[in-house]
């Protein structure tokens, strides 16, 4: 019995030390604890870099939204109204003396002052819809434009009006005007009879293409052009834009009045190419265009009020042109000087 208890008590003491032995961890190198430290500050480093970075991205990406937005809620530029009309001011006679004292004679043409540039942006100078429709005296700046708002394009036969047109200043050119700044030409209208003698054929056509087709120049063929002999082939440059026929109605042309309105109208218009063509008269239809180049970008929509004569030498358009708005002043109106290449 004696011996029994002294093997019991032999087996606890083993017992308890194995366990103590168990329960003790070796002690980690200084080395080892070291670079665990590093790797917990560097992981947190990490965290903390990762975060930074996810909140700059997020930062910009709302910065990004809110210059779109900005730019979206920017009015339709109609540039007729801002460029080729004004209001009309009366000035005082020059001519007429004032308490019988003449007025002295005009000084030569080399001392006198340059003519100041126009103030695109001054309201007091350029028409809105609204002064048409509350009837300011409008001034057009020559017979290509209407004081309604509209602008006459010509056909590539009219003797008076030219087939050419910037879209974003809404300038009418004629051979002469366009052969000094080609590459602000965006369209070129022309009426042909040249491919059936019985059914003319309407065309918006852009330089791009009259310029380097080998057959374009059949659309010019007509009463001032008979050969290959057109303006378009000898220009330097040409603007590569777009053009498409839209299904809008007039009624629709009216009714869009800001950027993100037209950009949405854009995007949904198919079959944009380097021409439309038209065995009809074109009179209610809208064409679209765009042009994404380097220097130029613009997007617009032509809505033709009226289409007068056929293929001879009277022949025009007399078109509506809203173009996207571009400004910076953040009041969600177009800025006129950025149209003013």
């Known amino acids: 019995m004696k011996y029994l208890k002294q093997v019991i008590v032999v087996a606890i003491v083993l017992f308890v030390a194995l366990e103590t032995t168990a329960q003790e961890q070796p002690k980690k190198p200084k080395v080892v604890k070291t670079a665990e430290k590093v790797n917990q500050k560097t992981q947190k480093a990490s965290e903390a870099s990762n975060e930074v970075e996810n ?80 009837g300011v005296p409008i001034v057009a700046e020559s017979p290509a434009y209407n004081t309604d708002g509209t602008a006459n394009l010509g056909s590539q036969n009219n ?27 965006d369209l070129i209208f022309t009426a042909t009879n040249a491919f059936n003698e019985q059914v003319p054929m309407y065309a918006f056509l852009t330089p791009s293409y009259v310029k380097n087709d080998g057959a374009a120049y059949n659309f010019f063929k007509g009463t001032k052009y008979k050969d290959r002999n057109i303006p378009p082939a000898s220009w330097d440059e040409v603007n590569e834009s777009e053009v498409a026929m839209t299904a809008l109605s007039g009624e629709q ?29 074109l009179e209610g239809k809208v064409i679209a265009i765009k042009t994404e180049m380097g220097d130029r970008t613009a997007y617009g929509l032509i809505y033709i009020v009226n289409h007068f004569g056929t293929t001879g030498d009277n022949g025009y358009l007399k078109v509506k042109i ?7 002043t953040g009041d969600g109106t177009a800025d006129g000087k950025f149209y003013q290449q």
């Not at 003797?159 to 590459?183: N, P």
């Open 55 to 134: 909140q700059s991205q997020q930062t910009a990406a709302n910065v990004q939204n809110v210059v779109n937005n900005a730019k979206a809620v920017i009015k339709i530029f109609e540039p007729i109204l801002r460029f080729r009309l004004k209001k009309q001011t009366i000035t005082a006679p020059t001519d007429v003396a004032v308490n019988n004292t003449p007025f002295p004679p005009n000084p030569p043409a080399e001392q006198q002052p340059a003519a100041p540039l126009p103030d695109y942006n001054n309201p007091a100078v350029f028409v809105t819809q609204n002064d048409i429709t509350q």
């Open 159 to 185: 003797k008076k009006i030219g087939c050419y047109i910037d879209v974003m200043r809404a300038m009418i050119m004629d051979e002469i005007d366009a052969a000094g700044q080609s590459k602000s030409v």
């Open 253 to 281: 042309f009216e009714k869009i009045q800001n950027n993100n309105q037209l950009m949405a109208v854009v995007k949904q218009i198919k079959g944009f190419g380097q021409k439309v063509e038209s065995r009809t008269k």
């Open 322 to 328: 809203k173009v996207t708005g571009v400004g910076n």
